[in-house]
């Protein structure tokens, strides 16, 4: 578990609807029979293919959370020590990360610590 995934606390946090899954997976709705929340991961029991596994990372509120904590930042500090820990967990699991997302934080990020600096 890295610091960001400590941080954001998905399992105990995110409501996670069958709408968003069924839309991830691009599958219709009625396809999927129950979603679990685990510690570490996102279990969803499928009616056509059994049980799949989805990662907190690929799912919008893990997007939504981190872009809501660089909002959070009052100085630069606390922005650089985010943006550190949003990068080693983005290159630990690459994989589980939509790299257009990944630009927008950046994005947001940087709109964040020019507003910061500024005050």
């Not at 949003?86 to 994989?95: F, L, P, T, V």
């Amino acid at each position: 578990m890295t610091p960001l995934f400590r941080r954001l606390q998905p399992a105990q946090k995110f409501r996670i609807s069958l709408t968003s899954i069924a839309r991830l997976l691009k599958i219709p709705k009625h396809l999927i029979v129950r979603v679990e929340s685990w510690a570490y991961i996102v279990f969803v029991h499928r009616r056509d293919k059994g049980g799949q596994f989805i990662s907190y990372r690929q799912l919008r509120q893990w997007f939504n959370a981190i872009a809501c904590q660089i909002q959070h930042c009052t100085t630069c500090q606390q922005l650089q020590q985010l943006w550190v820990a949003i990068e080693r967990d983005r290159k630990r699991h690459n994989q589980q990360y939509n790299h257009q997302d990944a630009a927008l934080l950046y994005n947001f990020w940087t709109r964040r610590w020019h507003t910061v600096g500024h005050q």
